[in-house]
């Protein structure tokens, strides 16, 4: 079968441009990687086919350039651009530009990134589309007063989130009307620096549920299949740090009722591409929250127990093919786990660039390490902290966790300080290896 393009351009950096990378040439297809001054030495741009300068290392004049991008790719030959995650993976407006330009754009239509990516506009949808949804404002708090008499219909505690957005910036809980002041002009505020819209909505705060979301992915011939679901649940502040699939909660009955459920509300959208439906679970209901039109960072563990490449589905649905396999087709074997390894003090959290000297990589059966690291690279201060994503598989959830820790202790990072450590501790916690945890485990144990 012929390649589904000829040339992919990627904005992007790190591990993810370097995954794109890999799937493209594995399906025939060149690469171009648009990088910043600061990646210029990057695993990426040494792989790739070719490589662009964007710009200098501030997001703003290089992956968040969308002249300079689109520049770049029309010059570079490119028929496709993959946005990858984070910088302009759910921007519309470039999604749109890209289009206009008569370059494909691997990703949902600029429509669906629109309305999704506004939480508000997105849980009407979800509603409508027959999914629970958490009880809340139905649109952006318009007056503290406004917000007073909603906390107090409600009860307390409630969560004022950012309807732009999303990774915990602009997000407050309120336990009491004395707090709620106070929390709405922060959540304000951090929404406006963090997405360029400070609009704010409230929903009722669950005191213990668990982070479960659903891949699904669908073409543009009316197929749309789920891949089961993740389980996020272990996270700093609202930061997700260890995945898994499937979540050690949910039976079988369970996972085919929640997906299909998920399935056939975003097929009702008449959505393309992947897409991640996230929900907040809690004594046995799950209530959306919100749905990511783009690849996850965490998508390796639904990689890992179905067998399905989803970078490789994604780029073929963006050029029209169909998908290459049926809900019918997708089995789940074994279980998976993510650590997500951050460039970062262990105690302090703060982010630790930096040049490697020495590094190696763990391997072994049930082993994969997605990272852009080399000995001798340098770490630039620019950008997130991730550098690496390192993910076992087992024939159950046991075993993952035991070549999880074996693999935490053969990996060598030498040069920075990282967050290996801090995974040690967490993965011999017996609270978390009998999967007794919730959103809140987290803080209240290690953060209090």
């Given at each position: 079968?012929?390649?589904?393009?000829?040339?992919?351009?990627?904005?992007?950096?790190?591990?993810?441009a370097?995954?794109?990378?890999?799937?493209c040439?594995?399906?025939?297809?060149?690469?171009?990687?648009?990088h910043?001054?600061?990646?210029?030495n990057?695993m990426?741009?040494?792989?790739?086919?070719?490589?662009?300068?964007?710009?200098?290392?501030?997001?703003?004049?290089?992956?968040?350039n969308i002249?300079a991008?689109?520049?770049?790719?029309?010059?570079?030959?490119a028929?496709?651009i993959?946005?990858?995650?984070?910088?302009?993976?759910?921007?519309a407006?470039?999604?749109?530009?890209?289009?206009?330009?008569?370059?494909?754009?691997?990703?949902?239509?600029?429509?669906?990134?629109?309305?999704?990516?506004d939480k508000?506009?997105?849980?009407?949808?979800?509603?409508?589309?027959?999914?629970?949804?958490?009880?809340g404002?139905?649109?952006?708090?318009?007056?503290?007063?406004?917000?007073a008499d909603?906390?107090?219909?409600?009860?307390?505690?409630?969560?004022?989130?950012a309807?732009?957005?999303?990774?915990?910036?602009?997000?407050?809980?309120?336990?009491?009307?004395?707090d709620?002041?106070?929390?709405?002009?922060?959540?304000?505020?951090?929404a406006?620096?963090?997405?360029?819209n400070?609009?704010?909505?409230?929903?009722?705060?669950?005191?213990?549920?668990?982070?479960?979301?659903?891949?699904?992915?669908?073409?543009k011939h009316?197929k749309?299949?789920?891949?089961?679901?993740?389980?996020?649940?272990?996270?700093r502040?609202?930061?997700k740090?260890i995945?898994?699939?499937?979540s050690?909660?949910?039976t079988?009955?369970d996972?085919?009722?929640?997906g299909?459920?998920t399935?056939?509300a975003?097929?009702?959208?008449?959505?393309?591409?992947?897409?991640?439906?996230?929900?907040?679970?809690?004594?046995?209901?799950?209530?959306f929250i919100?749905?990511n039109?783009?690849?996850?960072v965490?998508?390796t563990?639904?990689?890992?127990?179905?067998?399905?490449?989803?970078?490789?589905?994604?780029?073929?649905?963006?050029?029209?093919?169909?998908?290459?396999?049926?809900?019918?087709?997708?089995?789940f074997?074994?279980?998976?786990?993510?650590?997500?390894i951050?460039?970062?003090?262990p105690?302090?959290?703060?982010?630790?660039?930096?040049?490697?000297?020495?590094?190696?990589?763990p391997?072994?059966?049930?082993v994969?390490?997605?990272?852009?690291?080399?000995?001798?690279?340098?770490?630039?201060?620019?950008?997130?902290?991730?550098?690496g994503?390192?993910?076992?598989?087992?024939?159950?959830?046991?075993q993952?966790?035991?070549?999880m820790?074996?693999?935490?202790?053969?990996?060598?990072i030498?040069?920075?300080?990282?967050n290996?450590?801090?995974?040690?501790t967490?993965?011999?916690d017996?609270?978390?290896?009998?999967?007794?945890?919730d959103v809140?485990?987290y803080a209240?144990?290690?953060?209090?």
């Open positions: 079968m012929a390649a589904p393009f000829e040339k992919v351009f990627i904005p992007n950096r790190g591990e993810i370097l995954r794109i990378l890999r799937a040439k594995e399906m025939g297809i060149a690469t171009i990687v648009g910043s001054s600061a990646d210029t990057s990426a741009t040494r792989l790739a086919d070719e490589s662009v300068c964007l710009g200098p290392p501030p997001p703003t004049q290089s992956y968040l002249p991008i689109l520049t770049a790719a029309r010059l570079a030959g028929d496709a993959h946005p990858g995650i984070g910088f302009l993976a759910e921007n407006d470039f999604a749109r530009i890209v289009k206009e330009h008569e370059i494909a754009f691997i990703g949902p239509e600029p429509e669906q990134i629109q309305a999704l990516g508000i506009t997105a849980k009407r949808i979800a509603h409508e589309a027959g999914l629970t949804t958490v009880p404002s139905k649109d952006p708090l318009k007056s503290e007063a406004e917000a909603l906390a107090k219909s409600m009860g307390y505690p409630v969560l004022i989130k309807t732009a957005g999303g990774g915990g910036r602009g997000m407050q809980i309120v336990n009491s009307p004395d709620l002041e106070r929390a709405l002009a922060m959540a304000k505020q951090e406006g620096a963090a997405f360029g400070d609009s704010v909505y409230m929903e009722k705060f669950l005191g213990h549920p668990r982070h479960i979301e659903v891949q699904i992915i669908a073409d009316g749309i299949a789920h891949l089961g679901e993740r389980e996020c649940s272990i996270q502040r609202h930061q740090l995945e898994e699939a499937p050690p909660v949910l079988p009955e996972r085919k009722k929640l299909e459920q399935a056939k975003v097929a009702s959208l008449g959505y393309v591409g992947v897409g991640t439906v996230e929900f907040l679970y809690d004594q046995d209901t799950a209530y919100e749905m039109t783009r690849l996850q965490e998508h563990v639904t990689e890992m127990i179905t067998g399905i490449d989803l970078v490789a589905e994604q780029i073929r649905v963006a050029a029209g093919y169909p998908l290459s396999f049926d809900q019918s087709d997708v089995r074997t074994g279980h998976a786990i993510e650590c997500r951050n460039a970062e003090d105690h302090t959290m703060m982010p630790s660039p930096g040049t490697i000297k020495n590094y190696h990589a391997g072994g059966f049930g994969r390490f997605d990272s852009h690291l080399y000995s001798s690279y340098t770490i630039p201060p620019y950008y997130d902290s991730l550098i994503k390192l993910i076992t598989h087992g024939h159950d959830r046991a993952a966790i035991e070549r820790q074996r693999a935490l202790a053969e990996c060598v030498d040069g920075i300080a990282t290996l450590e801090f995974y040690h967490l993965l011999a017996e609270e978390f290896l009998s999967a007794d945890f809140n485990w209240k144990k290690y953060m209090s």
